[in-house]
Structure formats: structure tokens, C-alpha cells
């Protein structure tokens, strides 16, 4: 080990990270982990006599990037009478906003983009050199994920994700992401094999793919080309691993041999996010979505002809600019149609420089009754598929004892949370589980058997 490097890992120094924003990122704050936790920095989950803060942050809306500087301000004021801590934004705003950042904030030692934290320990070595203002906004992620694959992954939990894909080429009219994180970047698929079989190993049942585009995943190794279905097929074949789930998925990269998967995969869980934003084909071209709704319906069939049980969920963008009461009508009679098990929804956030920026846009007021009315919808929906599984049983995967002990919490093989009463030995197993009442989100009950599979 470097020198300078030994020098911060002998120092035992403590760290604490907050994470914003999507899965990607909480994945890339577990790796940070890694980083520091290998150069011998404890992580703490207070921010009591912290010696470096780190704020991974979120650009989607502009409420998430004022958010950062609310954060900043708490952890300023806190240490306003004590020595400060090293602090550095990591993630999408700090991409984004870059020197800008450094100018509105001084508090801030380092800005580190999404493609850079493998220049961590770097960066906590020029702070030491008293230099200030850093700003690690390369994209250069070839080099991010060559040096994480040399550093095991130790976040293994019974449900585990994997980052397999970066970026964005989409370029979706109202989307910064393809800004912040670069053009789309496909891990290679003996890396990401070789991840998913140390968790495993130590203990993962789960493993969720992700990516901005994640069925956009494409490798290209001596000649052949991987694809998403190429590596579902090698999970496959992970004993000890019981279930496959990968997001977000764009519905333009929903091929035929991806479709193909859910005929053979016996881990394929029957259960897909597949973000539609709006049920109005002329709202479907302002955005730059390249796919009509018919292609969508056409996709949730086919998969549905395959799988019966299948479930979708999705992401809606509501009071796009240019949305008359007609396109909106059309976004709620997609949703009674696919019947979404849940969704997310946004009122549409004007981001500076992308595209959809400069149109007019919708009176916010309507924007909000629209939401209300698209969630309370979403939300009917989902109380009547809850309550249609009472009296029923589910398969799920336990993952573990709640915080106040009493039950167990998991999964259904369509991500719904369950809240039962089990055994400590039940955890990572999938058992069988009578659902005898239901909230909005979850689901409660009682085992009643073990899978068989599992219960060799
Ligand atoms: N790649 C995914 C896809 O194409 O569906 C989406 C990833 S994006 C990080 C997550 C969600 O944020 C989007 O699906 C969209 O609904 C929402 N979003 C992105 N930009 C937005 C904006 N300007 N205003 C409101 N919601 C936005
Ligand atoms: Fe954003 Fe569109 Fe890319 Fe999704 S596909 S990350 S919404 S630009
Ligand atoms: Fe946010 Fe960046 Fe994810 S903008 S949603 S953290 S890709």
C-alpha cells in the first residue's frame, strides 16, 4: 500500500454517510463503505465528533438539490463551536453543479462525482495537505469499477443489489440522469458473476440488478455479446441463490429474448418496474420516450401471455408541459387497464438545461389536484389486490426479525411487503405464508410451511 495511504489508514479516523436519491446510489454508498472501511475509517450513524462527512446526493428534482444545502447548513451549524468535519458531496448534484457547488458553499472540501469514488482515499489525502476546493467530477467509469471489483463486497444481506449498468443514452426530455451519470457503461459479466457469488456465499438469497437502463446491459467479451438475458441465464445457475429481480427497466430494451426469460428462469421473480411516465401518446413524444402506449400494452401482454400472475409497476410524470385533461384521462384509464401493484408518481420538476426546460409549463395547482387523483387511484388499485390476497398464501422470502422483535419481516415473489410470525431459522429460507390482513403497503400473517425445495 501506498504510503501516504498507509498514513490515512492508521490514523482511525470515523466517517458518516447519508445517501438521497435512487437504488444506484444507496448501492454506490455501500461501496464507499467499502472504500473507507479499507483504509481503516469506522463508520458512525451519528453525526457526533465526526471526522468526515459525506452527503451522497440526488439531482432528479430541484428539491433534492436543495436539500443538500439544508443538510449542510444543520451540520454547520452543529459544528459551529467544534473543529469541522472533512465534507464531501458525492453523487448526482455534485456532478451536476460542480465548481458551483464549491463557490455557494465553502463549508463543502471536495466535490465527487458518481464515476469517481474510487479517488476517495485521494481526495482524504489532499484535504490532509490542507488543499481545498476539490473538485473529482471525471467521468471515468472504466476506472470506478475496475478498482470496486478488486474490493470484495461486503454488504451482503439475504436481499442484495448490484449495480450492472451505469448511465444513460435515452436522453427522456425532462431527465438529467443521462447529465449526471454519463453515457451508458456495461460491467463485464465474469465481475458481476463473480460479486453475486460472494454474497451469496455469504448469505445473500436475492439479488436485484440494477441500473439507470439495466435492460440495456450489453457485454462485449472475445467477439460475443452479453446481454441481460445472457446473465440471468448465468445466475441461473447459482446454487443457493433463489431469486433474480433486476431494475429500472426502459420499455424500448424489453427484447424478445429478455421476454424469453420468464418462460425458463424458475428465479425470475413474475414481478417487473417498468416505468410508462404517461399513457398519452403525443405527452410520449414530447417527452422523447420513443414508444407508444400501444408498444407498452403490447409488452405487459406478452409477459402476462407467459406469466398470468405477472405484476408491473411503474413511474408516472404528471402535468408534463403541454398535458390537457384528455392526455391525463388517457395516463388513468392505462393505469385501470395494467392494473400497477404500486407505482411512483412526480408532478413534473422543470430541470435546467435539459430539453423539456424551455416549454411552457402546466399551472402548478392542476398539476396537484392530477396528482392526487392519479395516486388515489394507484392507491384503489393496490388496497383491492391486498385485500384479494387475504385468506390466500404467499411465498416469501424471510429476511429478517423486525426491530421490535416480535415478527418477521420479507417479500412476496412481487416485492410486496410481509409482516409475520416465523422462527429465526426461517431467515433466508422461502416459506409459505397465510395472509390474514393487509395495509396499503403490506401484507400480515402467519407461516404455515416451509417451500419445498427449501425444505431439504
Ligand atoms: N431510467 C428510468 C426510466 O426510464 O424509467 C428512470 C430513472 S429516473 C432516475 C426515475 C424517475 O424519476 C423517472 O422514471 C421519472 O418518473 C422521474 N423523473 C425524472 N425526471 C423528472 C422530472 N424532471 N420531473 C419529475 N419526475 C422526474
Ligand atoms: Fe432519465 Fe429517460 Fe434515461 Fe430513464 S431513460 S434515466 S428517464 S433519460
Ligand atoms: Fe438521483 Fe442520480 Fe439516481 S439524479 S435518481 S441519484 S441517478
Keep these: 500500500m501506498d504510503q501516504k495511504l498507509k498514513k490515512i489508514k492508521d490514523s482511525k479516523k470515523n466517517f458518516f454517510i447519508k445517501t438521497f436519491g435512487c437504488q444506484m446510489n444507496e448501492y454506490d454508498s455501500k461501496r464507499i463503505v467499502d472504500i473507507l472501511k479499507k483504509f481503516g475509517f469506522q463508520e458512525k450513524k451519528d453525526l457526533e465528533s465526526l471526522d468526515c462527512f459525506i452527503l451522497n446526493t440526488c439531482h432528479i428534482r430541484e428539491k433534492a438539490t436543495e436539500k443538500v444545502y439544508h443538510e449542510i447548513g444543520r451540520l454547520k451549524k452543529k459544528y459551529k463551536h467544534q473543529k469541522k468535519p472533512i465534507v464531501l458531496v458525492t453523487g448526482c448534484v455534485a456532478q451536476a453543479e460542480n465548481d458551483e457547488m464549491l463557490k455557494r458553499e465553502n463549508y463543502i472540501d471536495a466535490v465527487i462525482g458518481p464515476q469517481s469514488y474510487q479517488n476517495i482515499p485521494k481526495v482524504l489525502d489532499q484535504i490532509n495537505k490542507n488543499k481545498k476546493s476539490l473538485n473529482f467530477t471525471e467521468f471515468d467509469v472504466i476506472d470506478k469499477f475496475d478498482k470496486l471489483n478488486k474490493l470484495v463486497n461486503l454488504n451482503s444481506k439475504i436481499s442484495s443489489f448490484i449495480t450492472i449498468q451505469e448511465g444513460c443514452d435515452k436522453f427522456c426530455s425532462f431527465c438529467v440522469v443521462p447529465y449526471t451519470r454519463g453515457s451508458e457503461y456495461s460491467r463485464s459479466i465474469d465481475e458481476i458473476i463473480y460479486e453475486a457469488s460472494s454474497l451469496i456465499k455469504n448469505g445473500s438469497r436475492e439479488i436485484t440488478l440494477l441500473g439507470q437502463n439495466v435492460n440495456a446491459y450489453k457485454y462485449i467479451s472475445n467477439n460475443r455479446k452479453f446481454k441481460l438475458s445472457d446473465l440471468i441465464k448465468e445466475l441461473d445457475k447459482l446454487k443457493d441463490l433463489k431469486r433474480i429481480r433486476y431494475t429500472t427497466s426502459h420499455p424500448n430494451d ?201 425444505a431439504a
Design 254 to 454: 424489453m427484447t424478445e429474448d429478455l421476454i424469453e426469460c420468464y418462460k425458463y428462469s424458475k428465479k425470475l421473480m413474475p414481478f417487473i418496474h417498468l416505468p410508462v411516465q404517461s399513457g398519452s401518446n403525443k405527452i410520449l413524444k414530447k417527452m422523447n420516450r420513443k414508444y407508444t402506449v400501444e408498444k407498452y400494452l403490447s409488452i405487459v401482454k406478452e409477459l402476462r401471455n407467459i406469466l398470468p400472475k405477472m405484476e408491473f409497476s411503474s413511474d408516472f410524470i404528471v402535468g408534463f408541459p403541454g398535458e390537457t385533461d384528455k392526455d391525463f384521462n388517457d395516463t388513468l384509464n392505462l393505469i385501470k387497464d395494467v392494473k400497477f401493484i404500486n407505482s411512483y408518481s412526480f408532478v413534473y420538476n422543470k430541470r435546467p438545461g435539459t430539453p423539456a426546460a424551455r416549454l411552457a409549463s402546466i399551472d402548478p395547482k392542476l398539476q396537484k389536484t392530477r396528482l392526487s387523483i392519479l395516486q388515489n387511484l394507484i392507491e384503489k388499485i393496490q388496497i383491492e389486490k391486498n385485500h384479494k390476497s387475504i385468506g390466500t398464501s404467499k411465498e416469501v422470502l424471510v429476511e429478517n426479525r423486525m426491530k421490535d422483535q416480535s415478527k418477521y419481516f420479507g417479500r412476496t415473489c412481487e416485492l410486496t411487503p410481509v409482516i409475520f410470525d416465523a422462527n429465526d431459522h426461517d431467515i433466508g429460507q422461502i416459506i409459505n405464508v397465510e395472509i390474514k390482513d393487509f395495509n396499503r403497503n403490506s401484507l400480515f400473517g402467519k407461516k404455515i410451511s416451509i417451500k419445498k425445495e427449501d
